[in-house]
C-alpha cells in the first residue's frame, strides 16, 4: 500500500474492524479517529495490489471511454458500457440525479479528500514536534454536471464547482419548493446544508439557502427528506432525517428561518452511518450504526426505539425505503449482504441477497418497483432483480449486472430519472402517481418564503445518447391515477408527451411498467481511490 493511501488510514485503530470478513468488537468504543469518514480503512480490492496512487495529482482521464476495465457480469439479454469517465480530483463518494421534472438531465456529485498539514521543516526531528499533532483537513468539493444528448463523445458537461467540507452524503428533495430545487448535503464540518438550484440564462446554479450544525466535534454521515413519495398529508411539514458520526440521528425541519431542530437523540454506540425515512409512515425513520445494529424509530416520542436487528454482522451503513410498495425496505452492510425486509416483521428478513463488498449505498429503480442498485464498495456495483423475492416474500432473486473496478471503492450509485430506453407505445404509467415527482397537496414550510409547489409535467427533448427510437423522453410524473393528486393540464395531454388513444384504459396499479420493454437505463457510480465519477449505460431486452 502506498504512502499516500496510508495518509487516509487512522495510525491508532489497527486492523480495520468493518473490513469483510473481520468480526466487529465489542463496545466499549474507542475514541473516534481524528480522519473518520466514509469508512476510509477498507482493506484494498483483493484482486490485485492497490497501487501507490498520487492523490494531489491525480493521472488524467480521457472520454469517452469505450472499453470497461474490470470484471464485469450480466445477466442474460443485458450488458452494461461506460459512456464516460470524469475525473473528480478529490475522492468521490456520492452521486445523485435530480428527480424534478424539468431538472432530470442534472446530476451533482461529492466529495471527500484528507489533506495533511503543510509541514515546511522536511528533517525527521522536527516533525516530532507540536506541529505533528496538527489535525488534518477534510477538503470536498461538490460538480454539478448537465447530461447533454447531443454530445456522445462528453454527454456529462461540468456546469459548477463549489470547494466546501468533506461531502458524506447528498439528496435532492422530491418536491420543488418555492419553484426551486432543493438539495440537501452532509459534510465533515458537522452540518446539513441546502443548496437551491437557480437557472439563469440557460445555466444553473447551486446557491446556499441555510445551514444546520448538528455538533460539536462530528460529522454529519447521512441524510434523507420525508419527501420519498407523493401521497403526503397536506398538512405534513417538510422534514430532514441526519445521522452523525457520534452516534446520534437529527430530525430537522424546513421553516421560514431555516433549517429547525425537531429532536436529537442517541442511537448507536459507534457512528450512525445511515438514517433513513419510511417513506409510507413518515413518522417512522430507519436507522444503522457501525454498532452493526438496524433500530427503527418512532419520531412522535424521540427516542423511542420500535425495534432494534442484529441481523446484520457487521457495520449498517445503508437502508432505503420502497418508493413503490408499502412495507419493503431494503438494508446493507459491510458484512457484504443486502437484506430485505417486510416492516410489518422486523424479526427476520424475507429475502438475503450476498453482495460483493460492503453495501454502502441502495438505490431503487424510479420507475420499476423490482430493480435495486447497490454501491458495493471495492465490489463495485451490483443490480439486484427482487421481483420475485417482493411479490412471493421469498428468498428468490436474480443479480442483472455486477461489475468491479480494479482498484477503486464504489461509495456513491444512483439511477438516471431521464427517459430510459425504447419504450414502445407505453402508456402513461400509473406508478408514477405514488413516486417523487411532484406533490400539490403537501405543505412544506416555507424557507424565506419556500413552499411546496405543484410542478407540472413538461415535455421534454432528453434521451440517451446513440438511442435513436422515438418516444416520450422523459417519464413523466403525471397519472389517472390521481388521488390526491391533480389532473394534467390540457395542454399537457395534447402535447403528444402521453398519448392515450380513445377507449385506452391506464392501469391502476404500480406494477403497470412490466408490461413494457425498457431496455435501456442510464445510471452513474463514484469511487474512492481512483477519484472518478462514472457515467454508464445498461441495456437489457
Not at 459548477?160 to 426551486?180: E, F, P
Request: glycine residues 8%; contains cysteine.
Amino acid at each position: 500500500m502506498g504512502p499516500e493511501l496510508r495518509s487516509l488510514l487512522p495510525a491508532d485503530l489497527g486492523p480495520d474492524p468493518r473490513s469483510p470478513r473481520r468480526p466487529r468488537p465489542s463496545p466499549p468504543t474507542p475514541a473516534l479517529p481524528a480522519d473518520l469518514g466514509p469508512d476510509p480503512r477498507p482493506s484494498p480490492p483483493t484482486s490485485a495490489p492497490t497501487p501507490a496512487l498520487n492523490l494531489a495529482s491525480p493521472p488524467p482521464l480521457h472520454g469517452p471511454v469505450s472499453a470497461v476495465s474490470g470484471s464485469d457480469s450480466c445477466g442474460p439479454g443485458s450488458r452494461v458500457r461506460l459512456l464516460q469517465a470524469v475525473d473528480t480530483e478529490y475522492t468521490a463518494d456520492s452521486v445523485e440525479w435530480c428527480p424534478l421534472e424539468g431538472c432530470r438531465h442534472l446530476l451533482v456529485c461529492g466529495t471527500y479528500q484528507l489533506r495533511k498539514p503543510e509541514d515546511p521543516r522536511a528533517d525527521a526531528e522536527s516533525k516530532s514536534g507540536p506541529d505533528a499533532d496538527e489535525p488534518q483537513t477534510r477538503l470536498g468539493r461538490l460538480y454539478l454536471y448537465s447530461f447533454n444528448e447531443d454530445n456522445s463523445a462528453r454527454p456529462l458537461l461540468e456546469v459548477q464547482r463549489r470547494d466546501t467540507s468533506a461531502i458524506l452524503d447528498m439528496k435532492w428533495c422530491h418536491i420543488l419548493v418555492a419553484g426551486h430545487a432543493l438539495l440537501g448535503v452532509a459534510d465533515a464540518g458537522g452540518s446539513i446544508e441546502l443548496l437551491r438550484l437557480v437557472e439563469s440564462e440557460n445555466a444553473y446554479t447551486l446557491q446556499p439557502v441555510s445551514s444546520f450544525a448538528l455538533g460539536k466535534q462530528c460529522l454529519a454521515l447521512s441524510l434523507d427528506w420525508s419527501t420519498g413519495r407523493t401521497e403526503r398529508a397536506s398538512d405534513q411539514p417538510l422534514k430532514i432525517i441526519s445521522s452523525d458520526s457520534k452516534g446520534k440521528l437529527h430530525l430537522l425541519e424546513v421553516t421560514e428561518a431555516g433549517l429547525q431542530e425537531v429532536a436529537t437523540w442517541p442511537a448507536h454506540h459507534f457512528e450512525a452511518w445511515i438514517a433513513a425515512f419510511d417513506y409510507w409512515r413518515t413518522e417512522i425513520v430507519y436507522s444503522g450504526g457501525d454498532d452493526g445494529l438496524l433500530k427503527g424509530w418512532d419520531t412522535r416520542t424521540p427516542g423511542t426505539c420500535v425495534f432494534t436487528s442484529e441481523r446484520h454482522s457487521m457495520g449498517v451503513c445503508s437502508v432505503q425505503s420502497s418508493p413503490h410498495q408499502e412495507d419493503i425496505l431494503a438494508t446493507g452492510s459491510y458484512d457484504e449482504h443486502v437484506l430485505l425486509w417486510d416492516t410489518r416483521n422486523m424479526k427476520e428478513p424475507f429475502a438475503d441477497m450476498a453482495a460483493q463488498g460492503g453495501v454502502w449505498r441502495l438505490k431503487w429503480h424510479p420507475f420499476h418497483h423490482h430493480l435495486l442498485l447497490a454501491a458495493c464498495m471495492h465490489g463495485g456495483f451490483q443490480i439486484f432483480n427482487c421481483q420475485k423475492a417482493i411479490e412471493e416474500k421469498q428468498e428468490a432473486y436474480t443479480v442483472s449486472v455486477s461489475h468491479t473496478l480494479p482498484n477503486s471503492l464504489v461509495y456513491g450509485a444512483d439511477w438516471s430519472w431521464l427517459y430510459s430506453g425504447s419504450l414502445s407505445e407505453i402508456h402513461e404509467p400509473c406508478c408514477l402517481g405514488t413516486f417523487p415527482c411532484s406533490n400539490s397537496g403537501a405543505r412544506a414550510a416555507p424557507l424565506c418564503s419556500l413552499k411546496a409547489v405543484h410542478q407540472s409535467p413538461a415535455a421534454s427533448g432528453h434521451h440517451l445518447a446513440e438511442d435513436k427510437e422515438e418516444g416520450p423522453s422523459r417519464l413523466q410524473s403525471g397519472s389517472k391515477r390521481r388521488t390526491p393528486l391533480q389532473p394534467l393540464a390540457e395542454d399537457t395531454t395534447k402535447s403528444g408527451n402521453w398519448r392515450h388513444p380513445a377507449g385506452t384504459k391506464v392501469c391502476d396499479c404500480d406494477l403497470c411498467l412490466e408490461a413494457a420493454t425498457l431496455n435501456t437505463d442510464l445510471l452513474a457510480t463514484c469511487s474512492f481511490y481512483d477519484h472518478v465519477l462514472h457515467l454508464w449505460k445498461w441495456e437489457s431486452s
